[in-house]
């Protein structure tokens, strides 16, 4: 297995890489390849002449080479399938074109188009990315570890495609999930691709269509359950130490029946994190913050429903409650602010509440007064008359929950009421932006989990801000990685939250812009990644530097897509 690294020259201080192979070889390597930017001196030393055209084209011409070709497809899928392949011959050069456009090409690389990949992932198979673990082949799990193409990996994203995006179990078509979201790793924070590693746990699926689909790649039985299924994990876990002892390892997708369970088990023996329960949750509360500074009030003063309360619901609440807290709170008191609502309506603590919800499930007294249309069970509408509340928060994947009869109350209850409408993709959401203007004349904040246009109320645009988890995974695992942290703490979600709420002003905030443009994703990944190194630092677990080289190291760490010279690797 090759290590990486990027070498530097002693006499000149310049950075190149050692070539590990050449020929035909290196020119179809995706990491090492430049096409036709290879140098003349590269080409004659590295056995490439002829290989490609005689021109040596510069990174700006390639570009806009790549770009012209993107630009000539005509639906998403089309020009999703058009940037896999140009990641599958070319890193480099992918890197830097979805740099420049991140803003157009982000909801391509990953949601919501990347949901459509995960669908229809059998079927367009092309060319293997990262690892797939069957279950039946745990056993072999060193073997298949040590296939990785490179032996220093810093950070692993592992589904099991049981819960992806809000389409459910797809199988072994999850993988497209790790696939996108280690790119966004590299987008967003610059941690060299060379160094991420997507994995799919293939448990089987319950999916019927995929059992029955010929061209299904996965395992053709249905899903692991109980003890099986966590040994499966634990015996991955323990490989994952024994391999890459140093890497970061991000839980993605998995169902919720399980994440919160596999968090739990494993936060305190491996450097990881799940970023649908705290990733959602950290950059839900730094929108939020943003909203309530533009408000110039408090969270500790905010009534709280939660419409849906899985992994996301739970996540929020619980980074929420904790800054709560931080504004002098008791833990008592930040809950009671907090209302959940369910399948069954509002959960009450005799409901024999699921695990997520049952920290925050309040007694069924607190209802003594209310004004309650139906005599069994508490729904949204009356949820939010009656506590009054000020943020409507929706995680649940229930296209237009939020009623105009619902968001008009929000309004009533406060002049200028805050709505999420969270739920991926665009046609799950609780409500569109638009339907939040017109329900609340105008008056109200709003952030959705997809992009969508701004709108326009009484001829004043306003913006929409993308509850976008990127703003905070990427530079959460930079700062992990730099600091050299044995774990992720709840508290490093809590000041990445902050330092990610910090980047907007509360004037911006007042007009309805939550978060930063996501054309600063560098910088706000840096920001994140500080926040983040400092903290484990502060915390004992993290390397101790002082606050200028600390920031000059999460700088440094962080790839630029360029080419840079190469040199032969000595024999």
Known sequence: MNKFSIQIDPMT????????????????????????????????????????????STMAEQLSRVYENYSLKQTPIEKFIFLLALLDRNETLFYRLVLEHAEEMLPIVYTPTVGQAAKTYSHMFR???????????????????????????????????????????????????????????????????????????????????????????????????????????????????????????????????????????????????????????????????????????????????????????????SILMQAMMEEGLSMAAAKERIYPIGHNGLVFDDMNPHEYQEPFAHPRAITQDWQIRQSDKVDLFDTVLNTKATVLIGTSGVAGAFTEKVLSQMAINTE?????????????????????????????????GSPFPPVTVNNIEHPISQCNNMY?????????????????????????????????????????????DLREIRKVSETVAFAVAKEARDAGLGIRLPDDKLRALVKSAMWQPEYLPYQPRPR
């Open 472 to 516: 905070i995974f990427p530079g959460v695992g930079l700062g992990a990685i730099v600091s050299m942290t044995p774990k992720i703490t709840d508290q490093m979600f809590v000041v990445a939250s902050k330092a990610l709420a910090a980047m907007v002003p509360p004037e911006l905030a007042a007009k309805g812009v939550l978060l930063p």
């Open 127 to 317: 060319r293997p990315r990262g690892l797939y673990i069957a279950a039946d082949q745990i056993s072999q799990i060193d073997t298949i570890l040590a296939n990785a193409p490179f032996s220093n990996i810093n950070l692993i994203v592992v589904t099991d495609g049981e819960r992806i995006l809000g389409l459910g179990d797809q199988g072994v078509g999850g993988m497209a999930i790790p696939v996108g979201k280690t790119s966004l790793y590299v987008v967003g924070a610059g941690i060299h691709p060379a160094l991420c590693l997507p994995i799919l746990l293939d448990m089987g699926t319950n999916n019927e269509n995929l059992l029955k689909d010929p061209l299904y790649l996965g395992l053709r039985h249905e899903r692991l359950t109980g003890d099986h299924y966590y040994q499966v994990i634990e015996e991955f876990v323990k490989a994952v130490k024994r391999r890459f002892p140093h890497a970061l390892l991000q839980w993605e997708d998995f169902g919720k029946h399980h994440a919160l369970r596999l968090l739990n088990r494993y936060r305190e023996r491996i450097c990881s994190f799940d970023d649908d329960i705290q990733g959602t949750g950290a950059a839900t509360i730094a929108a939020l913050s943003a909203a309530i500074s533009g408000k110039d009030e408090k969270l500790k003063d905010q009534r709280y429903v939660f419409f849906g309360f899985g992994q996301a619901g739970y996540g929020i609440a």
């Open 13 to 56: 201080g310049e950075k190149y890489l050692e070539a590990p192979f050449t020929g035909q070889q290196l020119a179809e390597h995706p990491i090492y390849n430049k096409g036709s930017a290879f140098t003349e001196p590269e080409r004659e030393q590295l056995s490439l002449n002829g290989l490609f055209p005689r021109h040596n």
């Open 416 to 448: 200028k009421p805050i709505i999420f409408a969270l739920s991926n993709p665009n046609n799950k959401c609780e409500c569109t932006p638009e339907q939040a203007f017109q329900a609340t004349q105008g008056s109200c904040l709003v952030a959705t």
